[in-house]
């Protein structure tokens, strides 16, 4: 139920809603959600993973709101509600187009006690967001965790991901192992081991480890059709660590060998295992970061 007083708002803002609501049915986990914590909650991965997934990434301050009815928003969860959001372009720090000064979208968020929804006039949000075919100003928000509050980033750390993923020499995006091979050397504990990863558009992208007697083991990635044995491991909190550390496969598929030889496949298996170590995990903090 809407309890504006002002009976032109409370039109206009039903309208608003129920229009949005048309525009198509979304799952709950592709509206958003204010996040209850601060700044830590977000890591590189949360960030890169809305970045990458979003038409838009817009600086706005909420004008005003409007309850939709439980039985106009399909796929709420318990204990939430569904918000229709006019917001105000304050900065539009990543997309094209003109996107325009008034914006609109749906937000699911907790209700109080009393089942009341929370006030977000006047609060400023990042919003990570698709835009919607023919319809200017209305937002698809990408994810519970898609409309953050000023305060849970820290805006220069932010641009500095935007800024990363709109270079045009950005690492391509990996689907997994293609193929493996490993090569002992003439002495005891030297060898050798490519591994060539499965990027988008058949890019090149392929993993070195090689092992010294009397050294500790040392590994590094090219992007290019060279095997440069010089190649170093990504810096974290990269784009390039984020390709690796957050969608490569935990082991070394048996399918990727090149060879039949048993003792090569556990070489090249220790020396994947040895990477992802190397890499550490893909630490994300968001349940429902976009796919």
Known sequence: MLTFGNQCLEKRLLAGALALAGVAALPAAGL???PETGLQRYSYADLASLTEAAD????????DQATVEPERSPGLLPGQVRIYVEARTLALLSGSGALGEDL????DLPADAKGKPPKLKGHEVYLFARTVPARPGELQLLASSAQVPLAALDETR????????????QPPKISGIRDALSVA???AGESETQIFLEAERDRPASI????????????????????????RPPEPDTVAWYRLACFLPDSLPASASLTRDRAAFQRAAQDYDFVR??????????SDWPR
């Not at 609109?104 to 937000?107: A, D, F, G, H």
């Not at 170590?277 to 968001?286: A, K």
């Open 277 to 286: 170590q190397s890499l550490g995990g893909c630490e994300r903090h968001l």
């Open 185 to 187: 050397g003439n002495l």
């Open 104 to 107: 609109r979208y749906l937000v």
């Open 158 to 169: 932010l641009r500095g991901v935007l800024r990363d993923f709109a270079a045009p020499d």
């Open 32 to 34: 958003a959600q204010v």
């Open 56 to 63: 838009v990434v817009v600086k706005a301050e909420i004008r």
């Open 208 to 231: 070195t480890v090689i092992r010294r007697p009397g050294m500790s083991p040392a590994w590094g990635i090219s992007w290019s059709e060279i095997l440069d044995q010089a190649a």
